[in-house]
């Protein structure tokens, strides 16, 4: 405009006389600013009303906000924005700033007065706008709310959110969002049960400790307020972080608070409640008390029609299945799993699923001895695995790590179950999920001995035996010292398996994991 430029037939020149060495930016803020300045006010307005909105923005959320629709033209034809199609709104045009860069230089221009008024009405349209689809911009709605200095309403929004994504199996996305929301207004993320919905997605996650002190707080809440419901589920959720913490003790202790209330209530704190009961006779070794918790609480999940109390049932009962040796029933009930998980979406239930649909098939192939069947169990903990990891599920990560490892082994490949199970252990100690660490120090210590004959191998077995949490993996270990005694009847091993319980669990993970070999 200035006539700088010099335009030809062939080539175009810089006219250097008619340069202004002050209106010449120096960065490239400078450069996408000088190019915002050019526009008429009115375009200028158009471009600051969209920068609210977002990079990405909308013709009718602009006209909302105070601009015309028609003052963007000059934006489009100086290609500082887009028109991008199809729209994600129905009667709407969609554009897109063309750099990230230039969003931010207008909204920079953007007076912090006004700032508020209008994010609030950014917030108005998209929730309008949105119809059926509001689950899927829970979360930008909020971040204009928070804008808009609109805490509370924010705070209830990503809550929502958070909920949402444990629902859908995202536990990172949950526990993100519960943050946001419990940093905008402590009081909306409590009441919204948002210390719960913590809990659970730390313990997912591995993160044990916060998980435990989420569902404590989330249950001296519910106590404070006298409201059984939320106490029950407090009381669920406590149960199952203590479980994969491994101290069964405790976590015994919440089934003999909750039972008695859960009673009295009914209905789905009565389902959750007859879960925790069949797990934790699971792990005290009372098979029929958990046969016949586990069958009540399918019962009830089947009537009650929520698919994640039944998924939690179907779980349970397939775990006391395998308990008692039904192999196939425990499958039957894990193919149940993966069905309805693969139906709602949910990717943490279809890990467990896989996980677990592997174990069965493990056991199966111990009994058949066919590679067939082995490889078949070999598949779904690698599927597992996948999910797992990329769900960020360490505590299940170590899982499927350990039954791997010990597939390794079944399979005439020692070497190959050491590695496993020790890397199964650096999860487990990063996490402190001490059940999972009993199993990866005895599947590695079957490994070691099956693979070096170092009798050290046996007496971590044995420290593992002596340890108070080792609830129904008491089983698991009796199976090994009965291979082993058959492998091996010219070892003593008892004799070696008593030296171990003078051993400190702690030190021997350390000289599992300092140790170079395998």
Not at 169 to 185: N, T, V
Not at 205 to 224: N, P
Request: proline share 2%; with cysteine; charged share 25%.
């Amino acid at each position: 405009d200035d006539g700088c430029i010099v335009t030809g037939v062939d080539r175009w020149s810089a006219a250097v006389d008619r340069l202004d060495e002050a209106a010449i930016p120096r960065t490239l803020t400078g450069v996408l600013q000088a190019r915002f300045d050019v526009l008429s006010e009115d375009g200028r307005r158009s471009l600051q009303r969209a920068s609210i909105v977002g990079r990405t923005f909308w013709d009718s959320a602009v006209e909302a906000l105070g601009s015309q629709p028609t003052d963007l033209e000059q934006a489009v034809g100086n290609e500082l924005v887009f028109l991008q199609g199809p729209s994600a709104f129905p009667e709407t045009s969609e554009f897109m700033f063309k750099h990230a860069l230039l969003h931010d230089v207008a909204y920079d221009t953007v007076l912090l007065s006004e700032r508020p008024a209008l994010h609030h009405r950014a917030a108005q349209w998209l929730n309008d706008a949105v119809g059926e689809r509001r689950d899927e911009y829970l979360e930008e709605i909020a971040g204009h709310l928070l804008l808009a200095d609109k805490t509370d309403q924010a705070a209830g929004l990503l809550i929502e959110a958070a909920a949402r994504s444990l629902n859908s199996g995202d536990a990172p996305s949950a526990r993100r969002l519960a943050d946001a929301a419990f940093a905008a207004s402590d009081t909306v993320a409590a009441d919204g049960n948002g210390h719960l919905l913590l809990a659970k997605a730390c313990r997912l996650m591995g993160d044990l400790g916060t998980a435990e002190q989420e569902a404590d707080r989330e249950l001296q809440l519910a106590e404070a307020t006298g409201d059984d419901a939320a106490i029950i589920a407090a009381l669920h959720e406590a149960f199952f972080v203590s479980e994969t913490q491994g101290t069964h003790v405790r976590g015994r202790a919440l089934v003999g608070r909750g039972l008695p209330i859960a009673e009295r209530l009914g209905g789905t704190s009565l389902t959750r409640m007859l879960a925790c009961s069949a797990w934790s006779d699971l792990n005290a070794g009372d098979l029929d008390g958990a046969r016949q918790s586990a069958a009540a609480n399918l019962q009830r999940a089947e009537e009650d029609g929520d698919g994640a109390i039944l998924i939690e049932a179907l779980k349970i009962n397939a775990n006391v299945a395998s308990a008692v040796g039904n192999h196939g029933e425990a499958l039957d009930h894990e193919r149940r799993v993966l069905e309805l998980a693969a139906a709602s979406g949910n990717l943490t239930e279809l890990a467990v699923g896989y996980l677990n649909t592997g174990v069965s098939r493990h056991y199966l192939a111990d009994l058949s001895g066919e590679e067939g069947d082995y490889a078949r169990a070999q598949s779904e903990y690698e599927e597992a695995l996948v999910l797992t990891r990329r769900l960020g599920f360490r505590a299940y990560e170590a899982q499927a790590l350990g039954n791997l490892a010990q597939l390794r082994m079944r399979q005439g490949q020692p070497d190959a179950g050491q590695t496993l199970a020790k890397e199964c252990l650096r999860v487990t100690n990063a996490i402190g999920a001490h059940t999972h660490a009993l199993f990866a120090v005895l599947v590695h210590a079957e490994a070691t001995f099956e693979a070096t004959g170092s009798t050290d191998a046996l007496t971590h077995i044995g420290v593992v035996r002596s340890d108070p949490a080792l609830g129904r993996l008491l089983a698991e270990v009796s199976d090994v010292i009965d291979r082993l005694r058959i492998s091996h009847p010219d070892v003593a091993i008892d004799h070696h398996l008593d030296a171990g319980v003078s051993l400190d669990f702690d030190d021997v993970v350390e000289s599992i994991l300092s140790d170079p070999s395998p």
